[in-house]
């Protein structure tokens, strides 16, 4: 079995005293939803390294004043970011590898008007290359 942060590791005695809480205020956290501990088979809590820091936040950010339905906010949208990051990997990756896989398949230029212009590689947009010349209008 592999461990990472968020392999149920605590019992809710010794989570409690990691984040610096009374156990009564954990299950209460429970109840409300701002942390959900992962439950064994005979239905008591176990809290992972990632619960640890989660409680930590919650009592810096209450000790801000903070409410707990913005905390709960809070936390909603941390989990969100962290989502959007890791899709945004996902997609560099796939974006890098489809580069590998295909070297020089397709380059995009602006062309004159804005519009976009799909050029094979090594290829140059076609520019004019005539030459104006302005002359102010002699004022006697």
């Known amino acids: 079995m592999s ?10 005695s010794i989570a409690a005293e990691l984040a610096g809480m009374h156990p009564q205020t954990l299950r209460q956290y429970d109840r409300i939803g701002l942390v959900s501990p992962r439950r064994t088979a005979g239905k008591s809590r176990r809290y ?22 913005g905390i709960r906010r809070v936390l909603e949208l941390e989990d969100e970011v962290g989502s959007l990051r890791e899709r945004v990997r996902e997609l560099e990756a796939m974006l890098a590898d ?30 004019e290359n005539a030459v104006v010349v302005w002359r102010p209008l002699d004022r006697e």
């Open 3 to 12: 461990m990472d942060e968020t392999s149920p590791l605590f019992v809710i």
């Open 48 to 69: 992972s390294m990632r619960d640890v820091v989660q409680l930590r936040l919650i009592a810096q950010l209450s000790s801000e004043g903070v409410s707990l339905e």
């Open 98 to 127: 489809e580069m590998l896989n295909r070297p020089g398949r397709r380059v995009f230029a602006a062309g004159s008007a804005g519009e976009v212009v799909s050029l094979r590689a090594g290829t140059r947009v076609r520019r």
